[in-house]
């Protein structure tokens, strides 16, 4: 019996990887939506992670200030370290956030913060599979002026809490319109959108705004382009996509029912990011059965 069940185990985890492999571009599957092919083609193959230290990636975000870097990290119990590559997959360097570990680290995004002048990144250590954290954290640095191998920040730690209990999450969104922080929870039944202002960081610890339910579960990560116009969130198996009308908030825009993008499944792909221009779409996965992250592009047609 044990050996039957640990098969099974096996077998569901290898899932994403079975379909990925033997239906990368199915259109007709009954579990998964025809996809807009109209809109974005791909995937392209850019290379392989050339850092073996990045083995669970859980987030990607494009640099504003640097053209063609890319940020990602490790979730949790990884190392305090944000990792920077560029489009092929080529290491570039890494900060070091000081004085804050790793819990369960499971989006990056970069926008809009308190100096008007500068980009930001945001760490989200949002992760909480057993949904026992009281509080979950966002750590805030200004993007570095220069790139070097080894740098070293110290954030600012937003402190929040959830009005309806803990959640585990690993969508983390920044509105460049609004400068809102949007995230987005993963194991409900129908996930669940809450939003803090960019004032909650001066206040230090703060209690999310519950604002919407989203027809679908599982998203493990999202992006907000950087002119605000698009909107993308990605759960195992599908890249969920919306256009955002001018003078729209980000809830007004996720009411309308999403256009389906092209993706082919990774073996844990949990990381999804805009290029700055909005003309394409990164995507990254942890590794896993031994197969090596490799970093997916798709370009708008």
């Known amino acids: 019996m044990k050996y039957i069940l640990l098969k099974s185990f096996l077998i569901f985890l ?36 050339h850092n073996r230290a990045i083995d669970e990636a859980s987030g990607l975000a494009f640099s504003r200030r640097h053209p063609g870097i890319l940020y990602t990290h490790n ?32 989006d990056i995004a970069v926008g809009p913060g308190p100096d008007p002048n500068k980009n930001y990144i945001y760490v989200g250590e949002i992760g909480d599979n057993a949904g026992r954290y009281k509080h979950i954290k966002i750590f805030r640095i200004p ?16 402190l929040l809490r959830y009005p309806d209990g803990p959640r585990d999450a690993e969508t983390l969104m920044v509105d460049p319109i609004s400068h809102d922080i949007f995230i987005l929870s993963k194991r409900d039944s129908v996930n669940i959108l809450y939003r803090a202002p960019q004032s909650a960081f001066s206040q230090g610890e703060y209690t999310l705004n519950r604002v919407m339910e989203l027809p679908f579960t599982m ?48 073996p844990q792909g949990e990381a999804i990011a805009f290029l700055p221009n909005g003309k394409s779409y990164f995507t990254l996965s942890e590794t896993r059965f031994n197969i090596y992250p490799v970093l997916y592009r798709y370009d708008k047609k």
């Open 14 to 49: 290898a899932l994403p990887f079975l379909i990925a492999e033997r239906i990368p571009q199915s259109k007709k599957l009954p579990i998964i939506p025809s996809y807009q092919d109209s809109l974005f083609t791909g995937p392209k193959s850019m290379g392989k992670i």
């Open 75 to 106: 979730d949790s119990g990884g190392d305090p370290v944000i990792y920077l590559m560029d489009t092929v997959g080529r290491h570039v360097g890494q900060i070091t956030l000081v004085g804050v570990k790793n819990r369960d680290w499971e």
């Open 143 to 158: 993007e570095p002026k220069a790139l070097a191998k080894e740098m070293q920040a110290q954030p600012e730690v937003l």
């Open 219 to 266: 998203s493990v990560a999202g992006d907000i382009s950087a002119d605000g116009s698009q909107i993308i969130i990605k759960n195992y198996f599908l890249v969920f996509y919306w256009e955002r009308k001018s003078g729209e908030t980000v809830p007004d825009a996720l009411k309308r029912k999403a256009k389906i993008l092209p993706y082919k499944p990774e």
